[in-house]
């Protein structure tokens, strides 16, 4: 899982596996380690969500998903969901939540598990 953050827009790309287990499991999450601490990053199933919905807490970035969109999510052609969310302050956060493509460009990345890129059929 990858996550791109810019200014008040978060958006998070899964590969294959993590798509599938997300749509099985109910959840992905991702880790990054520093030597004082770590900034985690989830991805979860829910069934009080009807839209994307992001939270901050704890050095964690939890973005909730309807279990009613994610279905068959891991089967189908539909590339990802969309959301602007309203928050407290009247501003928006923007998420995206994507099916990871293989980059189009060269890259050292390994992108083994990612979905094939249309573009490049």
Not at 31 to 37: A, G, I, L, M, P
Not at 38 to 67: C, K, P, T
Request: hydrophobic share 35%; net charge negative.
């Amino acid at each position: 899982m990858k996550i791109r953050i810019k200014g008040n827009s978060v958006r998070f790309r899964l590969t294959k596996s993590e798509v599938h287990r997300l749509c099985k499991e109910g959840s992905v999450e991702e880790k990054t380690e520093f030597d004082e601490s770590f900034f985690s990053y989830s991805v979860v199933a829910s069934d009080e969500q009807e839209a994307l919905h992001a939270s901050f807490s704890e050095g964690r970035i939890m973005l909730h998903i309807s279990n009613v969109l994610l279905r068959h999510w891991d089967t189908n052609e539909k590339v990802g969901f969309y959301h602007n969310q309203l928050l407290a302050n009247g501003r928006e956060l923007i998420l995206t939540l994507e099916k990871d493509f293989v980059c189009m460009d060269q890259t050292a990345e390994d992108q083994s598990d990612n979905y094939p890129n249309p573009k490049l059929m």
